[in-house]
C-alpha cells in the first residue's frame, strides 16, 4: 500500500505570493492533519480535516486554510507569504478519528521557502 | 492542557552504548504517548506508542520505552546504539480526539563511531 505522498517536495516563493500544497493519505485513510515544522517553533499542529469538513484547528493566523476532498486528498493553501513561513509542512493521515492510539502516517513533507 | 517536555536537544553516545532520550507528560487525563523518529530530509515514523495494556512499550529497530505515572515519564531507550540510529527523536501526546498531535522539541541523537 502506497504511503503518504506530498507535492511538490520543493518550493520557492517570494513575499506576498501565495501558495498551495497538495496531499494524498494512504488508501482508506479519511482523517488528514497538516503541521508545520521550523527550527524556532517546532512542530506546530495546523489543522485536520476528515470527511470533508476541518475538525480541529491549531493557533495559526487566516492566512493558513486548507480543505478535503470527497477522496480524501487534501490541500493547504498559504496566502500573503512572509518569511516566517518558511518551513517543512508535513501532511499526516490516519483510518478514522476519535480513536484512542490513532496512529497517524505521515508524509515525506514539502519544504517551502519564502524569499 | 497537554505537553511533554524533552530534556537534552542533543544527545551523543558511543556505538554499542545505551541510549537514553528523555520525555516527561503533562496531562489531567490518562495520555496518549508516542515517540517518533525523524532521519534526515524525511517525514516522521513512529517508533512506539503507549496503549495502556503495558508500561513498557516495544518497538521497531530495538527501541522501548517505559510508562511511569508516579514520574510522568515516557523514556525511549535502546541497549546498543547503531550508527543508523542517528536521527532527531520527538516524543508526542495526543488530545482526546486522536487527531492532533502535540510534539515535544525533540533531541537530536548522534552516534560516535
Known amino acids: 500500500k502506497a504511503g503518504v505522498t506530498q507535492t511538490p517536495r520543493y518550493l520557492i516563493k517570494t513575499r506576498g505570493q501565495q501558495v498551495t500544497l497538495s496531499c494524498s493519505p494512504i488508501?482508506?485513510?479519511?482523517?488528514v492533519s497538516w503541521y508545520q515544522q521550523t527550527p524556532g517553533q517546532g512542530l506546530q499542529f495546523l489543522f485536520e480535516y476528515f470527511s470533508e469538513t476541518q475538525r480541529n484547528k491549531g493557533n495559526f493566523p487566516g492566512r493558513f486554510s486548507g480543505r478535503q476532498f470527497s477522496n480524501s486528498r487534501s490541500e493547504m493553501n498559504v496566502s500573503t507569504l512572509e518569511l516566517g513561513d518558511s518551513a517543512l509542512y508535513l501532511c499526516?493521515?490516519?483510518?478514522?478519528?476519535?480513536?484512542?492510539?490513532?496512529?497517524?502516517?505521515f508524509g515525506p513533507g514539502t519544504r517551502l521557502t519564502v524569499l | 492542557a497537554q505537553s511533554v517536555t524533552q530534556l537534552g536537544s542533543h544527545v551523543s553516545v558511543s556505538e554499542g552504548a545505551l541510549v537514553l532520550l528523555r520525555c516527561n507528560y503533562s496531562s489531567s487525563v490518562p495520555p496518549y504517548l508516542f515517540w517518533y523518529v525523524q532521519y534526515p530530509n524525511q517525514g516522521l515514523q513512529l517508533l512506539l506508542k503507549?496503549?495502556?495494556?503495558?508500561?513498557l512499550v516495544k518497538g521497531i529497530n530495538g527501541f522501548e520505552a517505559e510508562f511511569k505515572k508516579s514520574e510522568t515519564s515516557f523514556h525511549l531507550t535502546k541497549p546498543s546504539a547503531h550508527m543508523s540510529d542517528a536521527a532527531e527523536y520527538f516524543c508526542a501526546v495526543s488530545d482526546s480526539s486522536a487527531s492532533k498531535i502535540i510534539f515535544g522539541s525533540g533531541t537530536r541523537l548522534s552516534i560516535r563511531p
Open positions: 503507549y496503549t495502556s495494556a503495558a508500561t
Open positions: 499526516a493521515s490516519s483510518l478514522n478519528r476519535g480513536v484512542p492510539y490513532n496512529e497517524q502516517f
Open positions: 488508501s482508506g485513510h479519511r482523517s
